[in-house]
């Protein structure tokens, strides 16, 4: 699967969810989505969007939320998933995309690259649910499911490698997210 595929069908099965997106998806999320409640998450402290998720999750439980992020920045915060697990937000969904690399650094390979079983340490952190997809057809298929699961759900998406870049950060979603939010109170 290529991870260009994964985010349109997400952004074709998204309704109200907040989207945190980081690192390589942040990069390409904007060509799938301008919702109000995106947050791109950039510059973004390499494997802190799990937990910014968690913090949103928890502080607003009316909303769905929806992060995406990449397998070197899980292998940076493997201890959130134990996190999450015990705070089981049931409104949160984590999107891993493992392309074996750090793409936005320039394509150094992961420790494991392509090898590491992150929905098996979800599942042993005590997330009641868990999935690993490398078929775009599944993942497409199991999205509707997941976007309304009563979570926390975890998502590992086994993608191609392709290095990519971040540019300067999209400062204006950024405050367009936190004054939708400050206005929904």
Excluded at 9 to 19: G, I, S
Aim: hydrophobic share 45%.
């Amino acid at each position: 699967m290529r991870t260009d595929e994964c985010l349109a069908a997400l952004a074709e099965h998204r309704t109200a969810e907040v989207v945190i997106a980081s690192m390589t998806s942040a990069v390409r999320w904007p060509a799938y989505s301008d919702h109000p409640r995106d947050l791109i998450y950039v510059p973004s402290t390499m494997g802190g969007a799990p937990s910014l998720g968690l913090g949103l999750a928890l502080a607003r439980p009316d909303l769905r939320v929806v992060v995406l992020n990449g397998d070197g920045s899980m292998l940076m915060s493997l201890g959130s998933l134990v996190t999450i697990g015990e705070q089981a937000p049931p409104n949160l969904v984590l999107v891993v995309f493992d392309n074996g690399m750090y793409a936005v650094t320039g394509g150094q390979p992961t420790p494991g690259a392509g090898q590491v079983d992150f929905a098996s340490m979800a599942l042993a952190a005590r997330w009641p649910i868990t999935h690993r997809f490398s078929q775009l057809g599944e993942w497409a298929e199991a999205l509707p499911g997941l976007l309304r699961a009563e979570g926390p759900a975890f998502v590992q998406l086994t993608v191609e490698p392709e290095p990519t870049s971040i540019t300067a950060p999209p400062v204006p979603m950024s405050e367009r997210l936190t004054k939708l939010l400050a206005a929904l109170d």
